[in-house]
Every structure is written in C-alpha cells, then in structure tokens.
C-alpha cells in the first residue's frame, strides 16, 4: 500500500508540474474559504518545494526575462513571503495566495447575503465600499479577486461566487468612470505630452488567471443561475448577461503592454479570440446594443486607460480583433461609432519608423519591459494580419459610400506597413467593386487602384517574390478603371516599375488586343495609348538597353521613328552596355524581321564581346556564332570577310572553328540571299587566299594548342577519345595544299615530346602512322 500510494502522489507531482494552467488550479486549492491551517501550510511547503524544481516552468513561459514580483498588488501583506527566485514560476501566485484569508467582514457580508447594500453611503472616494446606489464593492487587485470568485466556484459556492463576482464587475464600472473623470480633468495636459505610459502593469485579457474569463463564465452560467434565484444583485432593466458582456468588453478594451516572450503573447491572441467568441454567441437586443453603446464611446474618450484612446503607448496590445468585433456589431445601430472605433483601431504604433524619446521611455509602474523591443514581437505577422482583416471589413461595409471609402484609405496608407496586406486589401476592393453583373462600383475601383500603386511603390525597391504577380495585378486594375488610369501609371512609370517590367508587362498588356477591346477605344484613342506605350519603351530602353532594348523595338515595330530611335539606342550601348548574348537575340530579331544588314551589323558588335576559349565545346553561344557567320556568308565575300577576323579573335575552340569554316567552303558566298547575289561570282572562295586562308590557319592552329592542353593531364581512359580528336585534327589539315605534310610533322612533334606515354604513342602511330 505504502508503494502505491507513492506512486499516486509521484504521479499527482507530474500532473502539477505539466498542467496547461497549474497557477489557477492551485489558486482555487489554496484560497478554499473552508482550508484549515494545517492544510494551508502543508499546500505551502509542497508549493515551495515544487517552486524549487530546476524543471518547474515559469509562468510567462519565457526563459529569457526578469518580471518584477506582483505581491504589492495582493492587499493582504503577501510581502512576507516574497521568493529569492528572479522568476516567476507557475506556482509563485499560489504561494503568494496562502498569504490570503477570508476574514474581511466586508468581503463576507457581500458573500453572504443578496440584501447587503447601504443606500444612504454616499462616500465618493477612491476606497469605498459601496456605489452610488448603495451596492457593495470589493477593491482588491483583479486577477486576485477574479480567482477567489472561481475558487468559491470550484469548491461549491456558485451563490457566494455570483455575489462576489457582481460586486467585481460594478467596482470595475466605478473604476471605469472614475478613470474617465480624471482623463478628462487632464485631457489637455496629457494630450500635450503627445505620449502616453501604460496604467496597467499586467492586462486582464491573457493573464495566467483569466480574470475576465471567470468573471464572463460566473455570470452565464446557466446551471447555477437556474438553481439558485437570486434576489436584489442587479439594478432595474440589468441582466447577468449583460453584465458579462460589459465585463469583457471592459477586459478587452483594457490598454496593456505587450508581454514578453512568445508563450506570453500568444496567450493574450489565444485569449482575446477566446472571449470574442463567446461574445458572438450572445444575440444583441436594445439593452446590449446600449451597453456597447456606453462602451464605445469609453474606449474612445478615456485617454491612457483605454487602448483606443486617442494616444496609446508605441508598445500596448493592439485592438484589431476587437475592434472588427466592435464595429460589425455597431455598423447596424449607430454607423458613426462603429467607423471611429475601427479607424482609431487602425493604429499599429510599434511599427511607426520613429519614436520620441519620451515615448521609449519607462514609468516606474512597468519596468518588465525592456526599450524599443520591436523584434520581440513574436505574434508580429498575426497582428498585423488581423489588422489587415479590420481594413478589409470597413472597405467592405463602406462600398458606393465615397466619403467612407476615402477615409478608410487614408487609414490603411497611413498605418497598414505591410506591402503583402496592402496588396490583398487592394485585390479585396477589387473582387467587391467587381463583383456583380452590373456596372462595377467606380469608387472602390479608384480605391483598388490607389492601393495597388502603393504597393509598387513600396516593393519597387525591395525584393517582393509575388512583385510580378503584383505588376500584372495593377495594369488589370487600371484598364478596369479606364484608359486615363493607364496612361497615368505609364506616364509616371519610373516610380512604380523597374524599366523591364515597364515594358515586358506594362507596355506591352497596354498595346495587346485584349486591352483594346476591354477598353473598347476607338482608333485616335488606340494611337494615343500606343504612343504612350511607345515613349515609355523608349525611355525604359535609355535607362536600361541591356534589359529593355529588344521590348522596346517589338513595341515600336509600327512607327517608324521609334523603331529607328530604339535600334540607334541598342547601338549607342552595344560597345559598353550589353552583353554577347543580348545583342545576339537581338540581332536574330532584326533578321527575323527582315532587316538582314542590321542583323549583320549587331551580330559583329556581339562577336567583339565574346570569347570562346578552346576548351569549350559546348558553349551556349556556339549556335550564335555559327548563325552569325551563316549570315555574312548569305549576305557576300565583303561582309564575310569582314566577320572572320573577328572569328578568328573571339573563337579558340577548334571544332568550332572547323565547323565554320566547312560551312563556309559549301556555298558560294551571297547565293543564299538571293537579293544578295549579283554581288558575287558565283564561285567557291578560295583556301589559300583571304579570308579563309586567315581561318584556315586559325583552325589548324586551335588543333595544335588544344592537343597540346589535352596531352597534359591525359588519363588513359581518354585515350581513344583523343585519337578521335586527331582524326578531326587530320581532316581539317588536309583542306590546307600542303596540310599532309603539315599533320605528318604535327604527328612526329607529338611522339618526341611525349614519348614517355606509351601507350598513348603506341595507339597514335597505329592511327596516323
């Protein structure tokens, strides 16, 4: 037995020590209102013993911060019992928690019956123990007062925990006009400073206790409410609904800084999501929709105590998911308020580029958090994607309503940093502009438009993966809001687009057929876009030939003039600005387009940039050089004559050489063109004569140096793929008059200098001799 229950209790440390909420549990175990002594103190001393596990986790799940310990806020004197640990571990609120007793008269008058009041208090100062009306209040730090209703709870007392929890609530309404009071005594001072501290060192809304939670859960529940009648806990036309829905919108309008670390920040998304849903299961009637009312109208005007106050501090929890909660529930009733509530929601200030010094600055009542801490926001992409998802649901809402559309604009381009939700918001306001068979809602096109050309401008000049998808995104925008929209983002092309995309997508989606006919232009109309389209070319084509020069000429194939300016502008950047490869392609557009002679002139430009080295046999611009030489021969002697020499420099490769200059001893020069052909004679050019004598020898030559290379780090298993080689070598030889003696001593030179590979020679003189 004694082994058994050993292995329980092991067990039962386990289970401690991993609990999803260990704090709460042990807060509800040790602030049981019927605990002996004795038990508390065993609790305490296992507490501690736990508290000291090297494993135990800590509360806020980081392991990288120092958080200042909160006893000061237990009212009780739970100094005493203050641990030497820096951290606060899952257990250090329970320990702190047997610190607390249950003997306050006023805390067990207000438990203990429903007909507790004094209606002739009238004591308005900041520590009274009842309301206007005569209800008591109990002052404690929340969270601690939040989790002596659930332990009250928890060890069945649902009627004491819904007094106490009544009680909770209208002392937070009394705090509530009490802080709207005060802000609106120093309202001008406080606006003055232009920055704001943060009141509340811990938020309720992902606290480790979940105050606001408990709170909402006591007044809803409906098992207990049911079983037991409550008489006088609430006021004329009040519910406990509606006091749970005024507790969690309180809970969640709260400003409060952003914890530290990612368990902690998660928690308080996880947490807020949690309460809005069970704030959605609740079916608004007039009374709710009053008390959202009163709510909105706090959240807006209480300054420093609310986080959509008028200034918030650069790192307090954003209000985006509220908000959207806020203003979908509000846009039915009162449009006005649910628009200022999700426009001052809008703000995301830890993402503003600057921040007063002031504002970096820390009051005494948060020291846990550390300056400019902006990289620690962990939840960074969530936050900011619900922020997305707020501006999505006001473009929503405001389509046909111009002044709301403008508004709601400025808000996004104002406080939206991210180009990834700009874009979606732009393509939002698209599908919905777009969206019904009718004509499509101008308005909320131009505000597409605006945003899409935001987003150019923002990525233009950093690296985007999806900036191509973007670019061709805004060019369907703007031909669905009009040919001006068009002309406009090409006329000022140079500060949304790089000068490739300008012309690759830009220009050219402009001048295709499908745009004319979206468009349905007339034939001025299509000249003057085409113009347009044709200058922008030119000009991408200024700023960046190597990129731009071969759209630019497609683009202006059917004016004239642009077509000779854009052919002079590859020219002016072919001797410094381009590459072998681009005036290549650019060069079989030209003959493609039937301007052999320009070809001609660009592929001997190429010719002077390229360099083929002998050992390159497969490079990719042999196809190149090959097509280039076949022009000149088609075109006559002169221009083939004037393109060997550059051969001859660029190419060391022998098979490619040889290729050429077999390809050139087939055909007489110039028969191919027949436009070309009165300027020969109609005779094969000759070997021992210019300029295939030059090649010739440049061919023979490239044999001699590549054999030589070859044979210096030669491994036998190349062998026979080397006396292949000489087999060419030997055909390209005997073109020349006196090539068999010429291969005959090439041949002898090679068994002399390397006589020392044997078998190498041995395999040479059965071959060649």
Same mark, same amino acid.
């Given at each position: 037995?004694?082994?058994?229950?050993?292995?329980?209790?092991?067990?039962?440390?386990?289970?401690?020590?991993?609990?999803?909420?260990?704090?709460?549990?042990?807060?509800?175990?040790?602030?049981?209102?019927?605990?002996?002594?004795?038990?508390?103190?065993?609790?305490?001393?296992?507490?501690?013993?736990?508290?000291?596990?090297?494993?135990?986790?800590?509360?806020?799940?980081?392991?990288?911060?120092?958080?200042?310990?909160?006893?000061?806020?237990?009212?009780?004197?739970?100094?005493?019992?203050?641990?030497?640990?820096?951290?606060?571990?899952?257990?250090?609120?329970?320990?702190?928690?047997?610190?607390?007793?249950?003997?306050?008269?006023?805390?067990?008058?207000?438990?203990?019956?429903?007909?507790?009041?004094?209606?002739?208090?009238?004591?308005?100062?900041?520590?009274?123990?009842?309301?206007?009306?005569?209800?008591?209040?109990?002052?404690?730090?929340?969270?601690?007062?939040?989790?002596?209703?659930?332990?009250?709870?928890?060890?069945?007392?649902?009627?004491?925990?819904?007094?106490?929890?009544?009680?909770?609530?209208?002392?937070?309404?009394?705090?509530?006009?009490?802080?709207?009071?005060?802000?609106?005594?120093?309202?001008?001072?406080?606006?003055?400073?232009?920055?704001?501290?943060?009141?509340?060192?811990?938020?309720?809304?992902?606290?480790?206790?979940?105050?606001?939670?408990?709170?909402?859960?006591?007044?809803?529940?409906?098992?207990?409410?049911?079983?037991?009648?409550?008489?006088?806990?609430?006021?004329?036309?009040?519910?406990?609904?509606?006091?749970?829905?005024?507790?969690?919108? =309180?809970?969640?309008?709260?400003?409060?800084?952003?914890?530290?670390?990612?368990?902690?920040?998660?928690?308080?998304?996880?947490?807020?999501?949690?309460?809005?849903?069970?704030?959605?299961?609740?079916?608004?009637?007039?009374?709710?929709?009053?008390?959202?009312?009163?709510?909105?109208?706090?959240?807006?005007?209480?300054?420093?105590?609310?986080?959509?106050?008028?200034?918030?501090?650069?790192?307090?929890?954003?209000?985006?998911?509220?908000?959207?909660?806020?203003?979908?529930?509000?846009?039915?009733?009162?449009?006005?308020?649910?628009?200022?509530?999700?426009?001052?929601?809008?703000?995301?200030?830890?993402?503003?580029?600057?921040?007063?010094?002031?504002?970096?600055?820390?009051?005494?009542?948060?020291?846990?958090?550390?300056?400019?801490?902006?990289?620690?926001?962990?939840?960074?992409?969530?936050?900011?994607?619900?922020?997305?998802?707020?501006?999505?649901?006001?473009?929503?809402?405001?389509?046909?309503?111009?002044?709301?559309?403008?508004?709601?604009?400025?808000?996004?381009?104002?406080?939206?940093?991210?180009?990834?939700?700009?874009?979606?918001?732009?393509?939002?306001?698209?599908?919905?502009?777009?969206?019904?068979?009718?004509?499509?809602?101008?308005?909320?096109?131009?505000?597409?438009?605006?945003?899409?050309?935001?987003?150019?401008?923002?990525?233009?000049?950093?690296?985007?993966?999806?900036?191509?998808?973007?670019?061709?995104?805004?060019?369907?925008?703007?031909?669905?809001?009009?040919?001006?929209?068009?002309?406009?983002?090409?006329?000022?092309?140079?500060?949304?687009?790089?000068?490739?995309?300008?012309?690759?997508?830009?220009?050219?989606?402009?001048?295709?057929?499908?745009?004319?006919?979206?468009?349905?232009?007339?034939?001025?109309?299509?000249?003057?876009?085409?113009?347009?389209?044709?200058?922008?070319?030119?000009?991408?084509?200024?700023?960046?030939?190597?990129?731009?020069?071969?759209?630019?000429?497609?683009?202006?194939?059917?004016?004239? =003039?642009?077509?000779?300016?854009?052919?002079?502008?590859?020219?002016?950047?072919?001797?410094?600005?381009?590459?072998?490869?681009?005036?290549?392609?650019?060069?079989?557009?030209?003959?493609?387009?039937?301007?052999?002679?320009?070809?001609?002139?660009?592929?001997?430009?190429?010719?002077?940039?390229?360099?083929?080295?002998?050992?390159?046999?497969?490079?990719?611009?042999?196809?190149?050089?090959?097509?280039?030489?076949?022009?000149?021969?088609?075109?006559?002697?002169?221009?083939?004559?004037?393109?060997?020499?550059?051969?001859?420099?660029?190419?060391?490769?022998?098979?490619?050489?040889?290729?050429?200059?077999?390809?050139?001893?087939?055909?007489?020069?110039?028969?191919?063109?027949?436009?070309?052909?009165?300027?020969?004679?109609?005779?094969?050019?000759?070997?021992?004569?210019?300029?295939?004598?030059?090649?010739?020898?440049?061919?023979?030559?490239?044999?001699?140096?590549?054999?030589?290379?070859?044979?210096?780090?030669?491994?036998?298993?190349?062998?026979?793929?080397?006396?292949?080689?000489?087999?060419?070598?030997?055909?390209?030889?005997?073109?020349?008059?006196?090539?068999?003696?010429?291969?005959?001593?090439?041949?002898?030179?090679?068994?002399? =200098?390397?006589?020392?590979?044997?078998?190498?020679?041995?395999?040479?003189?059965?071959?060649?001799?």
């Amino acid at each position: 037995p004694t082994y058994f229950w050993k292995c329980v209790y092991g067990l039962f440390e386990c289970v401690c020590l991993c609990c999803v909420r260990p704090g709460a549990l042990w807060m509800c175990i040790v602030l049981n209102p019927h605990c002996k002594p004795e038990q508390k103190s065993s609790w305490l001393r296992q507490l501690r013993r736990w508290n000291s596990v090297d494993v135990c986790p800590w509360e806020d799940g980081n392991h990288g911060n120092e958080l200042p310990n909160l006893t000061h806020s237990l009212p009780q004197g739970a100094h005493g019992n203050q641990e030497m640990r820096p951290h606060r571990t899952v257990f250090t609120r329970a320990i702190e928690a047997c610190d607390l007793h249950w003997q306050d008269r006023h805390l067990q008058h207000i438990i203990a019956s429903d007909l507790y009041a004094n209606y002739c208090y009238h004591d308005n100062q900041e520590g009274s123990l009842f309301d206007s009306r005569g209800w008591p209040l109990w002052h404690e730090h929340v969270p601690t007062a939040c989790a002596r209703v659930d332990a009250l709870r928890s060890h069945g007392y649902p009627r004491e925990a819904l007094r106490l929890a009544i009680a909770v609530v209208n002392t937070l309404r009394r705090q509530q006009q009490r802080q709207l009071e005060h802000f609106r005594r120093h309202k001008k001072e406080l606006l003055h400073k232009g920055h704001t501290s943060i009141t509340n060192m811990e938020g309720w809304v992902g606290h480790p206790l979940d105050p606001i939670g408990t709170l909402f859960s006591t007044l809803t529940d409906r098992a207990d409410l049911q079983r037991m009648p409550v008489q006088r806990l609430l006021g004329d036309g009040e519910s406990y609904v509606a006091l749970a829905v005024e507790t969690a919108l =309180i809970g969640l309008g709260q400003q409060r800084v952003m914890p530290d670390g990612l368990y902690a920040q998660e928690k308080v998304c996880r947490n807020e999501e949690q309460l809005l849903a069970k704030l959605q299961e609740v079916e608004l009637d007039d009374s709710l929709v009053k008390i959202f009312r009163k709510q909105a109208v706090f959240l807006l005007e209480a300054g420093p105590y609310s986080g959509l106050g008028e200034i918030v501090h650069r790192e307090s929890v954003p209000m985006h998911t509220f908000a959207r909660y806020l203003f979908t529930s509000l846009l039915p009733h009162d449009a006005e308020l649910a628009y200022k509530i999700a426009l001052r929601a809008m703000r995301l200030p830890v993402l503003e580029s600057t921040a007063s010094s002031s504002d970096l600055s820390r009051p005494h009542h948060i020291v846990s958090v550390v300056p400019n801490r902006y990289p620690r926001w962990f939840t960074l992409s969530h936050i900011e994607s619900q922020q997305c998802e707020l501006a999505s649901t006001m473009l929503t809402a405001a389509k046909g309503d111009s002044r709301r559309l403008e508004t709601v604009l400025e808000s996004i381009q104002k406080n939206i940093h991210s180009s990834s939700h700009i874009f979606k918001l732009a393509q939002d306001a698209f599908k919905i502009a777009t969206l019904m068979d009718s004509l499509p809602d101008i308005t909320l096109l131009k505000v597409s438009l605006e945003l899409g050309l935001q987003v150019m401008r923002i990525t233009l000049s950093t690296l985007n993966w999806r900036r191509r998808e973007m670019v061709r995104w805004l060019v369907t925008c703007a031909t669905e809001v009009g040919v001006y929209a068009l002309d406009s983002i090409m006329q000022s092309w140079f500060t949304l687009f790089t000068p490739t995309e300008a012309t690759s997508i830009v220009a050219t989606t402009v001048m295709s057929n499908s745009t004319i006919v979206r468009l349905h232009l007339d034939c001025h109309q299509q000249e003057n876009l085409a113009s347009s389209a044709r200058t922008l070319a030119l000009q991408c084509a200024m700023k960046d030939p190597q990129n731009c020069a071969l759209s630019a000429l497609t683009l202006c194939e059917k004016d004239h =003039i642009a077509f000779e300016t854009a052919y002079q502008i590859v020219l002016d950047a072919a001797a410094t600005g381009m590459s072998y490869t681009q005036l290549f392609t650019i060069a079989r557009y030209m003959e493609h387009r039937g301007y052999p002679m320009r070809a001609y002139k660009l592929a001997t430009l190429a010719m002077a940039h390229l360099n083929l080295s002998y050992n390159q046999d497969t490079h990719p611009a042999i196809n190149d050089v090959l097509w280039a030489c076949a022009l000149s021969h088609s075109l006559g002697k002169n221009e083939l004559a004037a393109v060997i020499p550059l051969v001859v420099k660029s190419v060391k490769c022998a098979t490619v050489l040889s290729d050429i200059l077999r390809r050139c001893t087939l055909t007489t020069p110039g028969m191919v063109s027949a436009l070309h052909s009165r300027r020969n004679s109609g005779k094969l050019m000759s070997l021992d004569k210019a300029p295939l004598r030059q090649l010739l020898d440049a061919t023979i030559g490239a044999y001699i140096n590549t054999t030589h290379s070859r044979l210096t780090h030669i491994s036998p298993r190349h062998y026979s793929e080397f006396i292949e080689f000489l087999g060419k070598a030997r055909e390209t030889f005997m073109m020349a008059h006196d090539g068999h003696i010429q291969f005959t001593q090439f041949i002898d030179n090679l068994k002399q =200098i390397y006589k020392g590979k044997k078998k190498l020679m041995m395999l040479v003189r059965e071959r060649f001799g």
